[in-house]
């Protein structure tokens, strides 16, 4: 079973950037698509964009320009940057992988992006 692991939410000044982090328990060429999630409080869960084994990536229209998603596969890690943090991007953020059919979330990582 895929175990996922994120990191490097926390507290961030607005116009800063924000590198956060997911750990996978399998390497990742195994791996379908890993993609990233957001959720605000009283909001449905928001899909931002996925990469596929080939390196090739995906992001929601609304979203495209302000995320890049990349990974490291000598670590099974994929990245989710945002160079220029906003307010409104305070969320939780998950990913998620899909291997072999499945689907599997990680627990989250909180991001609140301070005026």
């Known amino acids: 079973q895929v175990q996922l692991v994120e990191s490097g939410g926390g507290l961030v000044q607005a116009g800063r950037s924000l590198t956060l982090s997911c750990a996978t328990s399998?390497?990742?060429?195994?791996?379908?698509?890993v993609s990233w999630y957001r959720q605000a409080p009283g909001r449905s869960r928001e899909f931002i964009g996925n990469?596929?084994?080939?390196?090739?990536?995906n992001y929601k229209d609304s979203l495209k320009g302000r995320f890049t998603i990349s990974r490291d596969s000598a670590k099974d890690t994929v990245y989710l940057h945002l160079p220029n943090a906003r307010p409104e991007d305070s969320a939780i953020y998950y990913c998620?992988?899909?291997?072999?059919?499945?689907?599997?979330w990680g627990q989250g990582t909180q991001v609140t992006i301070s005026t």
């Open positions: 399998v390497s990742l060429p195994s791996v379908n698509v």
């Open positions: 990469i596929t084994p080939g390196g090739s990536t």
């Open positions: 998620k992988v899909i291997k072999d059919g499945e689907e599997t």
